[in-house]
């Protein structure tokens, strides 16, 4: 299993004791050997399930490039010019860090920090947006409203295709971003006439996410108390969980609990999406 930041230098291999606020550099948003790698991976990735699936989000020829310090990919699709950004979608360390002890009992130190980042810098804590350069998907899942939680990402998307809710869940800028978005969210419906319910499955599909739903292709709250249930794809969705306090409140209370549903999700698909590359290699 590759983690990211293990080829930031040549021979140097990541660990808990590594990391530093100071130094630290994240692979998908640097011009290191790790970035390089990480996108060259998700390049992989998106080829081999448009052919494994039969749809072309990405167009028929997606490719890779640098410019401005970045590495980014861009569609095969000449229509659609904007280019993809890797999204980080595992904890958060400035949330991690920025919970005190007040709020979680006990602070996530360097070293607890550095834990969760060797497995969630492999390519299964990785997404892949459309990168405009504003308003973007990636910008607006940060901030207080909701924590850069990816269960609440996908909740917005779920209901937005699913015609579920008039306005925003939960961050209106948030939901606009997405709309922003919908040439290239259309592109992974598996036929023009599938119900709204079968798009966002094959979305789910595509980016190995099910890890994140339950069998009905219900959001998981993340924050929930039993990691089992995420393992298991049992429990309460988040339609049961948008009642109560605000999304900072939840998620500072259970941060401990967010990171151990993470690690299980974070892995398995990394696993599956490993697998999935490796047979175009």
């Known amino acids: 299993m590759k983690n990211y930041l293990s080829t930031r230098e040549k021979g140097w291999e990541y660990?808990?004791?590594?990391?530093?606020?100071?130094?630290?550099?994240?692979?998908?948003i640097s011009m290191t050997e790790g970035s390089k790698e990480l996108?060259?991976?998700?390049?992989?990735?998106?080829?081999?399930?448009?052919?494994?699936?039969?749809?072309?989000?990405?167009?028929?020829?997606?490719?890779?490039?640098?410019a401005g310090g970045?590495?980014?990919?861009?569609?095969?699709?000449?229509?659609?010019?904007?280019?993809?950004g890797s999204d980080y979608i595992g904890p958060s360390r400035s949330w991690a860090q920025g919970f005190g002890e007040k709020e979680l009992g006990a602070r996530f130190g360097n070293r607890e920090t550095g834990e969760f980042l060797t497995w969630s810098r492999t390519l299964g804590g990785h997404m892949l947006w459309p990168s405009p350069s504003h308003n973007s998907i990636n910008q607006q899942r940060g901030g207080r409203t909701i924590c850069d939680r990816v269960d609440l990402t996908l909740e917005e998307?779920?209901?937005?295709?699913?015609?579920?809710?008039?306005?925003?869940?939960?961050?209106?800028?948030?939901?606009?971003?997405?709309?922003?978005?919908?040439?290239?969210?259309?592109?992974?419906?598996?036929?023009?006439?599938?119900?709204?319910?079968?798009?966002?499955?094959?979305?789910?599909?595509?980016?190995?996410?099910?890890?994140?739903?339950?069998?009905?292709?219900?959001?998981?709250?993340?924050?929930?108390?039993?990691?089992?249930?995420?393992?298991?794809?049992?429990g309460i969705s988040l339609n049961s969980c948008r009642e109560g306090g605000s999304v900072y409140e939840e998620t500072i209370t259970h941060f401990p609990q967010y990171v151990a549903n993470q690690k299980i999700v974070i892995l398995q698909r990394t696993n599956a999406m490993e697998l999935a590359i490796g047979s175009v290699r």
């Not at 660990?15 to 998908?28: C, F, G, I, Q």
């Not at 970045?70 to 993809?84: D, E, H, I, Q």
């Not at 922003?180 to 079968?198: H, I, M, N, T, Y």
Request: with cysteine.
């Open 70 to 84: 970045y590495y980014r990919l861009v569609s095969g699709n000449p229509v659609f010019k904007t280019p993809f």
């Open 157 to 234: 998307i779920r209901c937005w295709m699913l015609d579920l809710s008039s306005g925003a869940l939960y961050k209106p800028a948030l939901r606009n971003a997405i709309e922003l978005q919908v040439s290239w969210f259309k592109g992974f419906k598996p036929r023009k006439d599938c119900s709204a319910q079968e798009w966002f499955k094959s979305f789910v599909d595509f980016f190995f996410l099910q890890g994140y739903v339950n069998a009905k292709y219900e959001v998981m709250s993340l924050t929930m108390n039993s990691a089992d249930t995420i393992a298991h794809r049992a």
């Open 39 to 66: 996108y060259c991976d998700l390049l992989a990735l998106i080829k081999a399930q448009q052919e494994a699936l039969g749809i072309t989000p990405f167009g028929a020829e997606p490719s890779m490039y640098s």
């Open 15 to 28: 660990s808990t004791t590594d990391y530093d606020p100071e130094t630290y550099a994240d692979p998908d």
